[in-house]
Structure formats: C-alpha cells, structure tokens
DNA sequence: CGATGTATTGAGCATACTCAATCAGTGTGG
DNA sequence: CCACACTGATTGAGTATGCTCAATACATCG
C-alpha cells in the first residue's frame, strides 16, 4: 500500500504553488521537519477514509488522486481530482472529520502535515499562515468554479478547460492531458451520465476542438474549447 | 445608500458563529478597534463591484446579502446568500480582486475588517488566526454542498434544507423562513428556471411537506424535505 | 483464449426548459 | 380614488436536452 520516502521540499519543483511558497529560505528547514513521511500509492488505494477524524494535510508531490464522497443512500460522488501541489483536507478543518474518502488514481505520492503542528509553526511564520489562508482561499474559487455551467457540453468543456489551466500552473503542457480518471469519475464529478461524455467528446473530436485516445487527450483549439464552456464570447 | 453606526463585538448576538469565535474577551476589544465601520443598507445597494481590489472583508449583521457574478457574455449568476454572522470575501484573498458583487436583499448592515490589519492582529492571537482558518473551511464545505443534488426538485430541496439550517444555527426558527431573495435569484442559485421553482414548491405544498405565502414559508415537514433532497432515506 | 472492466453507440423516454399568457401585488399619475 | 403600467410569480403547452436501458466494441489480464 505505501512504503516510506526521504523527503525535501527546498528541492520539490512544486514550492512555487505549494505550502511552501512565499517561505523564506531559513524557514523552510523548520517546515520540512514538519513533513511527517512521504508515502507512495498506487491505482485504487484509500489513503483517506470518509468521516475519520482529522489530523492531517496533505500535499500530492506525484500522480493524481480523488476525493470520494458518499452519502446515507449509498450514492458515490467524486467531488474533485488533486493534481500535485494541491493540499488535501482543507475542508475537514472546520468539520473536524473528512467529508471524503481519498483514493490513489494512478502511482502517486503524498506528503503529510500534522495541522496542530502546522499552525503552530505558522504562529511564528506569518508567510506561512499567509499562505496558508491563500490556499483556502483557492479551495473557494475552485469549489464554485462549476457553478457558471448549464449544458453538458459546458460542464465538459468546463472541466477539460480546467484541467488544463491547473496543468499550464504546475508548468506541464496545458495541451496534452493524461486523463488518469475513468469516463465514470468524470461523469459522477461533473453531473451527468458517463454515455454524455462519449457524446461530447465525439462531438468535440469532428469539430476539431480535441483528439483524444483512451485517457490521452490534445487540445487543438482551446478559444473554441473556452467558448464552449459558456464563459466567453467568439 | 449608507450611514455610520457604532459597533461593539462583545455584545452582538452572532460572536459564536462570526470573526470573535474563541477569542478571548480581553483580546475582544483589540478584534473591536478594528472595525473600521458598520454600514446600513438597503435593498438593490450595491455594495461590492466585482473585479475591484481586494482589500476588506465583512460580517453581516444583520438582514441579508447576495453575491452576483457576472461572466463575460453578460449572464448574471447568484453565487450565494449571506446571513447574519457570515464572513464575506474570504474567496478574493487568493485572487486578490472581489469574484462576484455584494447586493443588499433588504435592509441590512455589514460590519468591515481590513484584511492586512487582521492578518497582524491575528498573528499575535493564535485564536483569531484559528478562527480565520475554520471559516475559510467552513466555506469550502459550503461551496461542495449543492453537489449532490441531480433533480430539480433534490436541489430546491437541498437549498431550502440549507437555508433552515443555517437559520437554525444563528438561533432562528429553522420552520419558519423569510425567503429575502426572489424566485429569480434563487433559481439562478441553484441553476434551473424559475418556472420549475414554482411548479416544484407547488408540489411540495401539495404533499404538505411547506407552506409558502409570497415569500414567507413555513416547514412542514423537515424528514420529508430531508428525502427529497436525496441525500438520506425514508 | 475467454473473462473482466471500460468505453462507445443506439433507441426511447422523461425531466426540465422555452415561450407565452395570465394573475397578483405595488406604485404612479390623472 | 381609480385607471394604468410595471414587476414578480404562476400556470399552460410544446419541445429539446440528456438520461436510462441495452447491445456492442475494445483492451487488458490471468
């Protein structure tokens, strides 16, 4: 399930979106004693159970993982996809127990914060307690970014949209996208029946907005592709 | 549009649920000298322009409030309510500029904190600075809420659950609701048309699950209106 | 090579939207 | 004081979008 790894965040290529970010450089040894273990996943892993109480960040170095939710009627909801340098369990803080389970969607490795330790240091750190309500702050933005579509093709369009400015952030290609999640999760995410997304993709595909090969995707107009999500205009 | 009023946190109602939650009383009236101001309102005021400089948060006081957001075909879309004792504005920290306007659904006063100036208070009060933290979550979670819901009738039952359920934790009747906002706004909320608001709330009058009258409703049936929101069992 | 999980395609249908008319409540001016 | 317009809410009829159910294709794996 997982094995321990040797960790340093001074020279993880995500400082520049992650919890570090805006640390100064002395301060960063006091934070990186922080980092509990670094754990590796793989495809399927529960790394986070619904309801359990909680303790932790968390913050993907590698792969991707997703959010899970379940309700009393036994229904699945895949609340969001984390991308690396996304912090995990953000959320919980106020709940005090996960609203999700979080499952490993592909190889993928974590990094682990303990909270009470976390604002402890950031008691004495004012650039990490900045940071700290600046990524909270983005969990709002990014929790209401679906808010705006209508059509199935604009959630879609919406999605893929998304997808790709979180890659173009993390300095990946914002034009090929490796989907490590199945037509289902996208489907359960974004509220619509998995045989919609075959049907827009098509779509997409004959009016040369996108090709896309099992999970490998490449935008070839992202202007159409933005228009299609109903947030601007030709 | 808005006149200066006196302020003082340690005699308002809603100090359980606002900025002061875990603050000590001794600390109270350092939170208190922050105010900058308290701000009478009135229905239609326009409070908050979208796009404009992040620099201040607010607490409603009193009445209520909607954010309107408006993308760039020039549709308009109602990004939430606010209630008497929420935090708005917590989602521009990250982005540095207001996402949406703040508009007055009735007489209503907000109370204003600048945000620097809470950032170094808080800094000395590890309470405040916990407090902080906890709503930012406690908006993630707000933001995940409508995720469930598929039908028309799940999300209108969802939003009016929410709303009974926000009333009831700031000490107000959860039966008894003052709906400040229209059939437009709420419709435009939740993302369906306000024709299929009005057939749904018929529906649920005639299953004696609610009463409305105009814009007062009374909750008949809260288990029922729990089912119907798909999200437990009978 | 069959078996399994995932994705696609097809056909029929239901839900919720659009458009249009009506109704109720509020405010304005003659 | 009442006629008139104006806004918001409701009701009705027709339609389209996207769901359901079912069959098929495709890939991976033991």
Same mark, same amino acid.
């Given at each position: 399930?997982?094995?321990?790894?040797?960790?340093?965040?001074?020279?993880?290529?995500?400082?520049?979106?992650?919890?570090?970010?805006?640390?100064?450089?002395?301060?960063?040894?006091?934070?990186? !004693?922080?980092?509990?273990?670094?754990?590796?996943?793989?495809?399927?892993?529960?790394?986070?159970?619904?309801?359990?109480?909680?303790?932790?960040?968390?913050?993907?170095?590698?792969?991707?993982?997703?959010?899970?939710?379940?309700?009393?009627?036994?229904?699945?909801?895949?609340?969001?996809?984390?991308?690396?340098?996304?912090?995990?369990?953000?959320?919980?803080?106020?709940?005090?127990?996960?609203?999700?389970?979080?499952?490993?969607?592909?190889?993928?490795?974590?990094?682990?914060?303990?909270?009470?330790?976390?604002?402890?240091?950031? !008691?004495?750190?004012?650039?990490?307690?900045?940071?700290?309500?600046?990524?909270?702050?983005?969990?709002?933005?990014?929790?209401?970014?679906?808010?705006?579509?209508?059509?199935?093709?604009?959630?879609? !369009?919406?999605?893929?949209?998304?997808?790709?400015?979180?890659?173009?952030?993390?300095?990946?290609?914002?034009?090929?996208?490796?989907?490590?999640?199945?037509?289902?999760?996208?489907?359960?995410?974004?509220?619509?029946?998995?045989?919609?997304?075959?049907?827009?993709?098509?779509?997409?595909?004959?009016?040369?907005?996108?090709?896309?090969?099992?999970?490998?995707?490449?935008?070839?107009?992202?202007?159409?592709?933005?228009?299609?999500?109903?947030?601007?205009?030709?």
């Amino acid at each position: 399930m997982s094995s321990p790894a040797k960790h340093n965040c001074s020279v993880c290529s995500l400082k520049k979106i992650c919890l570090p970010t805006g640390v100064g450089k002395d301060e960063l040894e006091r934070l990186e !004693a922080l980092v509990q273990d670094t754990k590796v996943h793989h495809t399927s892993d529960e790394v986070i159970r619904q309801e359990s109480p909680f303790r932790n960040l968390y913050a993907v170095k590698s792969g991707m993982y997703k959010s899970v939710k379940l309700n009393d009627l036994g229904e699945e909801r895949v609340v969001g996809f984390h991308l690396p340098g996304d912090i995990i369990g953000l959320d919980a803080i106020y709940t005090k127990t996960y609203s999700s389970s979080l499952v490993a969607l592909t190889t993928s490795v974590l990094c682990q914060f303990n909270y009470d330790q976390l604002v402890l240091l950031s !008691a004495k750190m004012p650039t990490l307690q900045a940071q700290l309500m600046r990524l909270s702050s983005k969990e709002i933005n990014i929790a209401n970014a679906f808010q705006n579509a209508q059509t199935a093709e604009q959630k879609l !369009a919406g999605f893929i949209h998304n997808l790709s400015a979180r890659n173009a952030e993390r300095g990946f290609s914002s034009t090929q996208l490796i989907l490590s999640m199945s037509r289902q999760d996208i489907a359960s995410h974004i509220g619509m029946a998995p045989e919609t997304i075959s049907r827009i993709l098509k779509q997409f595909q004959s009016n040369d907005i996108l090709i896309i090969n099992k999970r490998e995707m490449k935008i070839l107009d992202p202007a159409r592709l933005l228009i299609s999500t109903g947030c601007a205009h030709a």
